[in-house]
Nanobody, 123 residues
């Protein structure tokens, strides 16, 4: 069973920084693409950043130049470094593994989500 556990959220003033972590288990971490998504109150979940197994990254336009996604395969952990935070970054942030992941139980046809971590940026 794949499990994703986020941490690192909190309350920060505008212009500040936070680093989110996503610890993964139950899958072959280095063999899977992963990503970060966020959900603003009353809105649909949206992509923040993704990273392929080869290190290719993709960012939402709204976070380019401020957020950096990275992964430590030795620690089975993905990160999201968030700098120059803005009030509009306030959301619940989720870690994601897309469908087709290589898990300890074989190839999975479903995607996986963490429980989410709240990020609140005050103005």
């Amino acid at each position: 069973q794949v499990q994703l556990v986020e941490s690192g959220g909190g309350l920060v003033q505008a212009g500040g920084s936070l680093r989110l972590s996503c610890a993964a288990s139950g899958m072959f971490f280095s063999a899977n693409a992963m990503g970060w998504y966020r959900q603003h109150p009353g809105k649909q979940r949206e992509l923040v950043a993704t990273m392929s197994t080869g290190g290719y990254t993709n960012y939402a336009d709204s976070v380019k130049g401020r957020f950096t996604i990275s992964r430590d395969n030795a620690k089975n952990t993905m990160y999201l470094q968030m700098n120059d935070l803005k009030p509009e970054d306030t959301a619940v942030y989720y870690c994601n593994v897309p469908a087709g992941a290589r898990t300890v139980s074989g190839r999975s046809f479903r995607e996986y989500w963490g429980q989410g971590t709240q990020v609140t940026v005050s103005s």
